[in-house]
């Protein structure tokens, strides 16, 4: 099976721009989906597909992908957008998701 | 409102089996796959399992396969983990997710708030 990898830790100064990065072989063939996800809490989607927010997500927050690589990027970011940010895809080989293992967002 | 309520969850010895239940409400629960996901203390997101809508395609994590069961019972709204041979890095908070579709996708919309499972002699 495939994994997906991403940085631990990044920290971004409020109002400024952040992109979280996840890379894998089967980002190559499918696209990524991105949750937020903040202590005690359970994940809130933010991204899927192409470039898709489900409805309530901020207009701030946007996906991209080239290649192994799928990216999050949020624009302007908020104290509110501190969390860790998990991405998942299919596996190339078995019947099979996996998630990345999560990138903890500081907001300074 | 969709709704995704997990029950089961407890203080179980290792080898022994527990049984998680997911109550759906507020969509039709049929018409979707959904998913357990879980969560170690302090560590992130393990997708678990997926079963497609009418249970026709079903996949599991290598780490549970042989050892875990998934199934859905669309009458009763309701989707189940069976988990037998427990271990204690089985321990983790498990949250049902619903899928954006019929088919097992990456896609989850909706999560419950979770059911802590502990695997301790």
């Known amino acids: 099976s495939s994994e997906l990898t991403q940085d631990p830790a990044v920290s971004v100064a409020l109002g400024q721009t952040v992109r979280i990065t996840c890379q894998g072989d089967s980002l190559r063939r499918y696209y990524a989906s991105w949750y937020q996800q903040k202590p005690g809490q359970a994940p809130i989607l933010v991204i899927y597909g192409k470039n898709n927010r489900p409805s309530g997500i901020p207009d701030r927050f946007s996906g991209s992908s080239s290649g192994n690589t799928a990216s999050l990027t949020i624009t302007g970011a908020q104290a509110e957008d501190e969390a860790d940010y998990y991405c998942n895809s299919r596996d190339t080989i078995d019947n099979h998701l996996v998630f990345g293992g999560g990138t903890k967002l500081t907001v300074l | 409102e969709v709704q995704l309520v997990e029950s089961g969850g407890g203080l179980v010895q290792p080898g022994r089996s527990l049984r998680l239940s997911c109550a759906a409400s507020g969509f039709t629960f049929a018409d979707y796959a959904t998913h357990w996901v879980r969560q170690a203390p302090g560590k992130g997101l393990e997708w678990v399992s997926g079963i497609t809508w009418n249970s026709g395609n079903i996949g599991y994590a290598d780490s549970v396969k042989g050892r875990f069961t998934i199934s859905r019972d669309n009458a009763k709204n309701s989707l189940y983990l069976q988990m037998n041979s427990l271990r204690v890095d089985d321990t983790a908070v498990y949250y049902c997710?619903?899928?954006?579709?019929?088919?097992?996708?990456?896609?989850?919309?909706?999560w419950g708030q979770g059911t802590l499972v502990t695997v301790s002699s």
């Open positions: 997710a619903k899928d954006i579709g019929y088919i097992s996708s990456p896609t989850f919309d909706h």
